[in-house]
Structure formats: C-alpha cells, structure tokens
C-alpha cells in the first residue's frame, strides 16, 4: 500500500479495475488493506471524516475509497458551497447591521453605490455594526450559522472584541442563530466545526468554478479545540480541515489556512478566476513616486511626500517646545516604522502558502500617514502613525446584470491614491465607472465589515 496513504478508521470498500485478473500479483496489497480496516476500529480520526469522498490509491492499482451516511449530506454541502467574495457569482442582497444608514454621510454614498449596480440592501434586525462578521451565506442564499461552541475563551480563541466581549472573567459572544434566519425568512444551515468571523476568511472560485477559501488559523485552532471538548480527542490539522471544508463546502485541499496576525480582509482581496490581490509594503514608496511624478494637486503632493519620508525613514516622536530646556525637540522613544518585521514576514509567508494554487498579485493598497494626535495644541510634536487608508478593506460583487463593481475604502482626500487604486483593479479587469470609493476605514474597521453579500 501507498506509504503515504493513511487509515482515517472507516468502512472501506475495495474497487477492483479487474479482480481476477489482478488478485494474486496484488496479494500483498489486501494484506496491506486488511491491517487498514482492523486498525480503523482503534482510530481516534473524527466521526466526521467518513462520506467526505476521499480516495486512496494504492501501489497496485485498486481504488480505496471511505464511506458512511454522511455521504449525501456532505454532497449537498459541496453543492451549496460558502458564497463567494471574489464576484464569480451574482450578488443580490447586501445585509447589514441595524444602525447602518442611522446618520454617517459614508453610508448613504454606500447605498448609492450599491443602488447602481442594482443590489439591494436588507438589515439583518442585529445591532452590531461590523455585520461581516457574523453573517455568512451560502451559494444557494442559506445563512451559515457558527457552530454552537461554548462561550470558552480557550476554544474560542482569537475573537475580535465585538464577536467575543470578556467581561469579569465570563465570555460572551454576538452569533446570529435559528430565530434570526426564520424572522429574515431565509433558510439556514448550521455549521457543526467551524466558528469564523467574516474578516478571518476570502473566498473564491478558480477558474473551472471549483471554490476556496483562505483562512485564519484561528478557524482552524477553534475546530480542534471544539472536536476535543465534544470527543476528549486530538485533532491534527489535516483533520481539522477536513471538518471546517465540510462545513463550508469545500474540499480541504482548497482550503489555505495562513496566519495573519490580523484580519485577512484587511491585507488581501479575491477576484474572479483565482487572483488575489496582496498587500505589499515594499511597493508602496515605488508606488508613491509614480504618483507624484504625474499631475496632482499640491496638497495631495505634500501629504504623499510626507508618507514617503515616513515609509522611508520612518518616525520619531520629540520632546515638545515646552519642555524643559535640556531636553526640548530631544527624541522621545524609538524610530516608529509604518509596517514592522513581523507584519512583512507574515505577508511574505501567506504570499508563498497561496502562489502555488492561486494568481497573486503583490500590491501596495495600504497607505499610512503620521497625523497630529486630535487633543494636541498646535504647537506640539507628538505624531502617531495612522492606519486611515486601507483598499484591500472593501468587497467586490457582480451585479444581477453580470457587472463585476468593487465598493472600497475612500483616500481620506488623497484622489491620487483612489485614481491609482482604480487603475490596478481596470488593469484586472474591473470598469473604472464601477469602482466606487465610499467607505470610512479606520484602523482594522472599514466597508467590508458592515455587511455581508448574498446571492438571493
């Protein structure tokens, strides 16, 4: 038997190409297949595992496939895969919390946006603001709900405040459940592995229509946590994905768990046929110069200068002008980077995970800036670094008329950076008229946190 083929403790069943013909040159192989099957009983792989259409194949030319009643659920699942991000398919509905549209200018130039490419916009009837994190639909318009893991801050481990809150020791946690989906009136399916919020996971589909999806490690750290409260068993990895592409409808081997050390939406984005977009730090200050070596107005020309001494040199924070006379415009803690080591290792390390399978295109679409703090005096030094721009933060669609649209993060009046973004994405195939720079993005939060696509 095929060395690195393993036993995952099911019922097998053997498919001959011909028996007879083979059976005595293979007689080692049903020795080989027979000590599978006696070990299966003492396997401690998830009951999950069986049905998921796995094959084995074997030195000698036999086809060893595991097999159960869950079968056809699992086959159902495929079919009505986890809704893609990427604008492969048509979205429709646009679901939002229920204080979206409440009062900010951005949200009314959202729903313009998304009224001229013919979605429509539907509360979900949830007060929680980052909507995207909590709804996930499926392709055929079922809202996915989380699995039902306790509130345990070691199983679910590396929530977002607003998803997972800690207050005097107890967990508590914003899900959306059954009554939510029936008084929506949608249908609804519950995940039995798999607890994600939406910024830790992209989807797509390749070109041949097969989906993906990138995921955090946390998607796949909560399921092995979860499987060993419910089993008292330890789940490896491969396992692990097993389970959370069942839930999700997707076959394992197109599932990319990286580690972001953030959300993934804030550093990467998916477009049809399998390109992601990936955030690229080390372009931006080539990225800059091009801009302003083109016809912009003067102050986008110095605040894109100032950006550039700062991804170059960084920044220093300094003793103000009252300060003592010793020690006055005197540094004041170290040199402040835009991006650190680790953030640019990470971004590296998810570029090699998905170069094998999927386009990437590395991209600056990230742009910070050293701003004054709000409640400082004029006369004072103090800067921070600020995340005020972010591209990658928005969501791409395909309107009902088959109009692939891009709504996104504006410039924080930087029209060159948007002209720029615009391009990139025309250079990938969507219209220029169809990219629409509407949300507010501020540190780790912007448009594609408010809302989550549906295709019905």
């Known amino acids: 038997m095929d060395p690195g083929a393993k036993c995952f403790g099911q019922a ?39 049905g998921q259409g796995q094959s084995l194949w074997g030195a000698a030319g036999f086809s060893v496939r595991f097999t159960a009643s869950a079968a056809p659920d699992a086959a ?44 429509r916009m539907q509360s979900l009837g949830f007060d929680y603001a980052y909507a995207q994190d909590i709804a996930l639909f499926s392709r055929g318009g079922s809202l996915l709900l989380n699995a039902d893991m306790p509130a345990d801050g070691d199983i679910l481990s590396g929530l977002t405040r607003g998803v997972g809150n800690i207050d005097d020791g107890e967990m508590n946690v914003t899900r959306l459940e059954a009554g939510h989906a029936a008084r929506l009136g949608l249908p609804q399916r519950s995940m039995k592995w798999t607890f994600l919020e939406g910024g830790e996971m992209v989807s797509g589909r390749y070109a041949d229509g097969r989906p993906y999806a990138i995921l955090s490690q946390n998607i796949i750290r ?27 409808g997707i076959s394992p081997e197109d599932l990319f768990p990286v580690t972001a050390g953030k959300h993934l939406d804030l550093v990467l984005q998916a477009l049809p046929g399998g390109v992601i977009l990936l955030s690229d730090p080390g372009q931006t200050v080539p990225t800059i110069e091009r801009i302003l070596a083109g016809n912009i107005p003067e102050d986008e020309r110095l605040r894109l200068l100032a950006m550039r001494e700062l991804y170059i040199n ?73 995340d005020e721009i972010d591209f990658f933060n ?9 109009n692939l649209f891009v709504i996104t993060n504006q410039a924080r009046g930087l029209s060159a950076l948007q002209s720029y973004w ?12 169809r990219v629409h720079f509407v949300g507010d993005y501020s540190h780790g939060a912007g448009i594609d946190c408010e809302g989550a696509g549906s295709p019905q």
């Open 12 to 50: 097998y069943y053997v498919e001959p190409e011909t028996i007879m013909s083979r059976f005595l040159p293979r007689l080692s192989f049903l020795v080989s297949l027979a000590f599978c099957v006696v070990s299966a009983v003492r396997s401690e792989e998830p009951e999950r595992l069986r």
């Open 76 to 119: 159902r699942q495929a079919a009505d895969h986890v809704f893609p991000e990427d604008g492969s398919l048509p979205m429709r509905t646009w679901y939002h919390g229920s204080l979206f549209g409440t009062g900010r200018p951005s949200d009314q130039a959202v729903a313009a946006a998304l009224a001229a490419e013919g979605v």
């Open 222 to 248: 909560r399921a092995q946590g979860f499987y060993k409260l419910q089993t008292g068993k330890v789940l490896d990895e491969k396992s692990a994905l097993i389970l959370v592409g069942a839930d999700l």
């Open 314 to 386: 960084g920044y220093q924070n300094r003793y103000s002008k009252s300060a003592p006379e010793d020690i006055r415009g005197k540094p004041l803690g170290p040199v402040q980077m835009p991006d650190n080591d680790d953030s640019l290792r990470l971004l590296s390390a998810i570029s090699r995970s998905l170069a094998s399978r999927l386009r990437v295109v590395r991209v600056a679409g990230v742009f910070k800036e050293a701003l004054p703090y709000a409640n400082n005096p004029p006369d004072a030094s103090g800067l921070y670094i600020a």
């Open 394 to 402: 928005g969501f791409v669609g395909r309107g009902p008329g088959g």
């Open 422 to 433: 615009r391009d990139a994405l025309a250079a990938r195939g969507v219209a220029p008229e």
